[in-house]
């Protein structure tokens, strides 16, 4: 049992007996209080403003904005510390750095993102000395670009703000030797890394191709967690203090669909991009992906064993991944690969390690007043992460 103290919007004390004089007291005997969560990976103008309030209320107070339309992302940010929009706290990493030919190739991008391509060194320090005087909290490297232009943007950046990069043209293990900070979704950064030669990729398959996703699915039934390469892998991650955010919510989930309380928790953007698409989040049936998905989440328990720094991180916007409901689903897949305790860790002290914010991620003096209080030991089973009693943001209660 533990006392904790906030005044504003930090928390000034945490003990026992702490006295009580002057403060609002909030009864929480037989509740477990963790720090407010981060997700390392959504696209707010996706899926809406709206959804920082679901975010928020289900215990995520921050989440890192990981490719939007530039200008609406830095407005979204200002008027949030403005006080203008109300959820979870947004960190942004701006215009991210794509190749030539981009990796969705002709077909059109339909993201929202703005994505730009870049074919020469002084198109990427255009682009990212846009985003260093918006004084972005961090740079994202896309799919398309080559190994040479990732080595000349992650020197060019240096240790001014976080990189991370959702690759392909570049391989995992070239951006890891080249200093990059994280990398993005497993299911598509390592593929090259990981695969046999039978499952390569070739020239057509790009993102906006639609038997894409088919061929690195089956890619991933044949990939070898314990193989040499995803050894190696690990170990030079884990060298280099390269984090990896894989979204396993992306690949590593193996049901049908969403719950009605999830799907009641899709924004109205969400719901018109997914119909203009065709419809739904209709998945394949379950025996045709527990293969693939038991195949990464091995290699991430690879990457853990070895010492490798894992995040949650969902891609709400970019999928249909309902905010905040997405982000417990993502703890429970990971939690199959890691130890409930380093999962609920990574959630927090170390997503905010990786955003550079000391005033995150912990319950203590000086922090900010983040706090979720649940109704169940989430050590025991990290699903009574979801089992929220109440959630405080920045000191006041978040309405539920």
Known sequence: MADVRFEGTLITAVGTNLPAAGATEVEAAGKFAMPGMIDSHVHVTLFGEEGLRTYARMGVTTVKDLGGIFDTVISLRARQRAGEVPGARVAVVGAFVEGDPPSWGQAPLGTGTGMETHRTTDEVDRTLARNFDAGVDGIK?????????????????????????????????EAVAAGIGGLEHAQLTLYRDLVPASHALAAEHTMGNPGYWLYVRQGWEVINPGSDASKRLATSMASAGTRMIPTLVLGGRTDLGFTDEEDAALTPNQRARMAARGGGAARPPQVDLAPSAGNMIGVIEQMHRAGVTVLPGTDCGAVGVPPGYGFHIELSLMAKAIPARDVLLAAS???????????LGMIAPGRRAD????????????????????????????PR
């Open 141 to 173: 490297l896309y799919a398309g670009l080559p190994s040479n232009l990732v080595s000349h943007a992650i020197q060019q950046i240096g240790a001014r703000v976080p990189v991370t990069g959702h690759l392909t043209a570049t391989t995992a293990s």
């Open 349 to 359: 002290s170390g997503a905010a390690a990786w955003l550079r914010r000391d005033d």
């Open 371 to 398: 706090i979720v209080l649940l109704d169940a030991d989430p050590l025991a089973d990290i699903a009574n992460t979801r089992k929220i009693a109440a959630v405080y943001m920045d000191g006041e209660l978040v």
